[in-house]
């Protein structure tokens, strides 16, 4: 499929620094994953992805985010997008601990109802894995959030393309019950989401459409 062929979706990753957000887009839009170390990570501004929900042609652009706990300007252009995957390493509680930061941050900043997914990262890790997040624990907190929850691998790539897609599907399944607000909905869903120059470019940028 064309990927400029489809409805437009936007999504964006939000979690602490090193829970492997760049590593799951990566894995998502070009199917690879690359061992690092230290702290400086690779970024990517948004990779795109194309894919058919019940028959419709969908193109996904998935946004990557850093340094957004400065709650600046910049960051908050984050907040644009039609739904986020929130996400933790299952192998750091903090990182899980801060899923709350990052949900109410979404709350706050983003249009209401926004749809959010949770995303255990690192699956792989068995051996390190934190023993309070077995899935069991973090589902039945994600459903308090009203949040699917999915444990992921950008290491092996389990669950990575299902957590994109189901987060897609939501998003549709609200775009088709929500009648379009009558003022405010360019603004708002006609997303220019950064000044910063993408590393793709997309001819349509509306969504939902
Ligand atoms: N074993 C393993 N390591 C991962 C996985 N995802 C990310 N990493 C590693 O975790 C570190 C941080 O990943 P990165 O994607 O840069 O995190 P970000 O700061 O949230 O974008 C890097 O060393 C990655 O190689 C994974 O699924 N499995
Ligand atoms: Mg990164």
Redesign the pocket.
Known sequence: MDLYDGKLIKVAVL??????????LVRFGQDC?????GRV??QVDFMLNSFDIDGEKIKLQAW?T?HQDRGNAFCRSYFRVNGYLI?FDLTDLESFNDVKKWVDMVERYAPENTKMILVG?????IESRCPQLDYDSVAEMAKDYGMEYFE?????GKNVDAAFHRLTSIILDKCKTEKPPVTGAASKSNINLMNDKPTATVKNSSCCN
């Open positions: 979690g602490n620094q090193m829970c492997g957000k760049t590593s799951l994953f690359a061992e690092q170390t990570t690779q990557d850093a996400m990262t690192k699956a792989d890790l992921t691998s950008a290491k092996t």
